[in-house]
């Protein structure tokens, strides 16, 4: 079950090479120091997930999270946390480590940025093409 959606925008300077986390932006530019975040012009942050996904996550559920840039796609799954205040009006960031700040959205998350699949990061790398990022339940027995 999709529980939300983002839209977000590539942009020349993405490389995600980041060995840690994965970045959302609701920011327009990109400078090379970024090189967590897979996409910019971001419909949504922390702060506008729909009530069920933050309940969901609030949980500690683990949750399936699918990129699709035309016809290339990957995913990852991370987990909730019951301190994710996921109120960041401007990012949101899957780490694959424990940390929490207000940007978190998932926490050990199974994936890096540079671990995604090159094929999708170099489809963003044209800042018209866009990146659809779906959040799915992930049940108990392992299927979304």
């Given at each position: 079950?999709?529980?939300d959606?983002?839209?977000?925008?590539?942009?020349?300077?993405?490389?995600?090479t980041h060995?840690?986390?994965?970045?959302?932006?609701?920011?327009?530019?990109?400078?090379?120091?970024?090189?967590?975040?897979l996409?910019?012009?971001?419909?949504?942050?922390?702060y506008?997930?729909?009530?069920?996904?933050?309940?969901?996550?609030?949980?500690?559920?683990?949750?399936q999270?699918?990129?699709e840039?035309?016809q290339?796609?990957?995913?990852?799954?991370?987990?909730?946390?019951?301190?994710?205040?996921?109120?960041?009006?401007?990012d949101?960031?899957?780490?694959?480590s424990?940390?929490?700040?207000?940007?978190?959205?998932?926490?050990?998350?199974?994936?890096?940025s540079?671990?995604?699949?090159?094929?999708?990061?170099n489809n963003l790398?044209?800042?018209?093409?866009?990146?659809?990022?779906?959040?799915?339940?992930?049940?108990?027995?392992?299927?979304?």
């Amino acid at each position: 079950m999709v529980l939300d959606r983002i839209k977000a925008k590539g942009h020349n300077n993405i490389l995600c090479t980041h060995g840690s986390t994965i970045e959302l932006t609701k920011d327009r530019h990109l400078t090379k120091r970024g090189n967590c975040i897979l996409g910019v012009s971001a419909s949504k942050a922390c702060y506008d997930l729909t009530n069920e996904l933050k309940l969901y996550i609030k949980e500690g559920k683990k949750v399936q999270v699918i990129l699709e840039s035309n016809q290339y796609r990957d995913s990852f799954y991370g987990y909730g946390d019951k301190n994710l205040s996921l109120n960041h009006q401007k990012d949101i960031v899957f780490r694959k480590s424990d940390y929490i700040c207000n940007r978190t959205g998932l926490v050990r998350c199974s994936k890096s940025s540079r671990e995604l699949s090159r094929e999708l990061i170099n489809n963003l790398k044209t800042s018209k093409n866009q990146i659809h990022i779906l959040f799915k339940r992930v049940e108990e027995n392992g299927e979304s």
